[in-house]
């Protein structure tokens, strides 16, 4: 997250940097190059960290596919190894049609449970990256809302550095002028925070959605096989 660290001392005139009100003017052009240096060095360091943080998103989702891929590859071969165990057991024309009868209703539900598992994780992926494009959308904006701020102070400190404004005065304002750059720029990412609870509001949604289809699976697949009981006469 791109916080607060843009605007640690450096933004305000820290009590080391502090110039004197005479010399306000003769140093504002190294100050305000120093302060975009650091601005812009943050904002390297940042999307740094947001190309690393998508890398690593993708690779997580890319691992998650691979491993249902393999458990699901599992339980087709172990239950295609119980149909044919199945079949073999099968001796009379009843038996054999409660066992068709049983793959369709196995079928059916496995076939159910993945789409709704697929449908439930898409639905997950979507919410996330539709908070991640809105939280980058408003750093952005609260970054360039806070550079033109900071840019109109030091324009405003430069005309007033041609006229026969107060030194004292200049800089006061100056150091006003950042300060409320700061402020704004601390507010506008205070309410970006909430793109967090967007997300773990679409993980909760995904949790429930994962356990009712856990639930319906299991009461289909209890229900083939006690009809799969009753027909070879076991209860």
Not at 185 to 190: C, E, S
Not at 226 to 232: I, P, R, S, V
Request: hydrophobic fraction near 35%.
């Amino acid at each position: 997250m791109f916080t607060l660290n843009l605007l640690t001392p450096s933004i305000l005139f820290a009590q080391t940097e502090t110039p004197t009100a005479r010399g306000i003017c003769t140093k504002l052009s190294e100050i305000e190059l120093r302060i975009g240096q650091r601005t812009n060095d943050r904002e390297t360091k940042l999307q740094t960290r947001r190309t690393e943080r998508l890398s690593n998103l993708e690779n997580r989702r890319n691992e998650r596919n691979e491993l249902r891929r393999e458990h699901r590859g599992k339980w087709d071969a172990n239950r295609q190894e119980h149909y044919t165990k199945l079949e073999a057991r099968a001796q009379t024309e009843s038996q054999k049609q409660a066992v068709a009868a049983f793959k369709v209703a196995v079928e059916a539900a496995g076939t159910t449970r993945r789409g709704a598992i697929d449908a439930a994780v898409q639905a997950f992926r979507a919410s996330v990256d539709t908070a991640i494009t809105n939280r980058k959308s408003s750093v952005d904006g609260a970054i360039a809302t806070f550079k033109s701020s900071r840019d109109g102070a030091f324009s405003k400190a430069k005309s007033a550095c041609t006229g026969n404004t107060n030194p004292k005065t200049i800089r006061e304002s100056l150091q006003t002028d950042l300060k409320a750059a700061r402020e704004k720029f601390k507010i506008d990412t205070q309410a970006i925070e909430k793109a967090r609870e967007t997300i773990k509001t679409a993980a909760d949604t995904r949790k429930q959605a994962i356990e009712k289809i856990r639930q319906d699976f299991e009461s289909a697949m209890a229900k083939a096989r006690q009809d799969l009981k009753t027909a070879f006469g076991e209860q």
